[in-house]
């Protein structure tokens, strides 16, 4: 019976009451093989001494397991565990930051590349500290994998990673249960599921990939927008810098595009709004892009793809059948994985 003692996992202080602490320990040791089809499990009075719980408590956590189907009761012998075919549907809740056309993607191929078994409940956020905090503490333990996207913005509209606030909440959580997708949290490396950007490598890996295209304008302009209700990482503008005076480009990083456009100028966008208002100032004064400037624009579209703009971005596709990978595997290997990020070249440069 001491073997229990790695599996049911009560949080004391946690605000999800015990029966269900129970029941969601049971059911993820289930789906994670730890515990198998046959394999006894301890009485009510042992599990309400080993844990200092009521007996109430114990037979409404095991009433509402053998209701599912996860375990049954053999008389004069015991609880044990169901067989699988009583079916145990896997519960993921998927966190977005926002839900972009990016996201959308992510989110399909997610989906489209999990096991048909599981379950995929998404909650965006929109950056907001509190609003996602008060969504997981609602939800703790209903769930048997949390999937974050973590990005969030300070009363500044800065980008934020994280904060104490969220690492507060997110303790709560058994780490196992517990995976990133797209950015990681300070403090959060290591021994965590997750699949991300270095947003500061990223630019610059891709830039080089382009160098003697970019040799032949006189000026990078990277245009960041600040300010807005989804900040982008800060991260993007070091990799940019570091790339510029590594290989001695003259540079400048502006919030918005200037007026006038300059001729002999490569510009990196991120916004589309952006990409729309240079692509109309370039039409104004008859200037085409991949002659008298370059335009590289953030993540790919059908749009761009047509419209022949060089795009350097992530591989979407291959961040959601990653992240489909983390809850697929019954065995977790705790590790951080870094998506690719690409540079396709057209016409614009």
């Known amino acids: 019976m001491d073997e229990m003692k790695e599996f049911i996992r009560i949080d004391p202080r946690s605000q999800v009451p015990k029966y269900s602490q129970i029941v969601a320990a049971i059911i993820d040791d289930v789906l994670r093989r730890k515990l198998k089809e046959g394999e006894r499990i301890p009485s009510i009075n042992d599990l309400s001494e080993q844990y200092d719980v009521s007996r109430d408590t114990v037979e409404k956590a095991y009433g509402l397991l053998r209701k ?8 004069r012998r015991g609880f044990f565990i169901a067989k ?4 145990v549907r896997p519960k993921v809740l998927l966190m977005l930051n926002k839900f972009s056309d990016y996201e959308l993607k992510v989110f399909n191929t997610l989906v489209t590349s999990l096991n048909k078994d599981v379950q995929v409940d998404f909650f965006v956020y929109h950056y907001d500290v509190d609003l996602f905090v008060n969504h997981i503490l609602s939800c703790a333990g209903r769930y048997d994998y949390y999937l974050i996207m973590p990005h ?28 990133f997708l797209d950015n990681l949290i300070p403090g959060w490396e290591g021994h965590w599921d997750a699949v991300v950007q270095d947003f500061k490598t990223d630019i610059s890996a891709a830039l080089k990939q382009t160098i ?39 540079f400048e990083v502006v919030d918005v595009p200037h007026p006038a456009i300059e001729e002999g100028t490569a510009y990196v966008i991120i916004e589309e709004k952006d990409l729309v208002r240079i692509n109309g100032l370039a039409k104004k004064r008859n200037i ?14 059908p749009l761009k793809k047509m419209s022949g703009i060089s795009v350097i971005t992530t591989d979407v596709r291959q961040m959601g059948e990653s992240g489909a990978s983390l809850i697929n595997s019954p065995d977790f290997n705790r590790a951080t994985c870094k998506n690719p990020f ?4 057209r016409e614009s440069l």
Do not use: A, M
Not at 159 to 172: E, P, Y
Not at 227 to 242: C, Q, V
């Open 288 to 301: 085409r892009p991949g002659n008298g400037i370059g335009i590289i624009s953030y993540n790919d579209s």
């Open 84 to 87: 699988p075919s009583l079916k």
């Open 342 to 345: 690409h540079f396709i070249e």
């Open 212 to 250: 003697e295209k970019l040799r032949k304008y006189k000026k990078i302009v990277l245009v960041f927008p600040d300010n807005l209700p989804y900040p982008y990482p800060e991260e993007i503008k070091t990799g940019f810098r570091k790339f510029c005076l590594d290989f001695q480009f003259d």
């Open 68 to 75: 599912k189907g996860v375990i049954e009761s053999k008389k």
């Open 152 to 179: 969030f913005k300070d009363h500044c509209l800065r980008h934020q990673s994280g904060n104490k606030k969220i690492d507060w909440v997110l303790n709560k959580i058994p780490r196992e249960k517990i995976g």
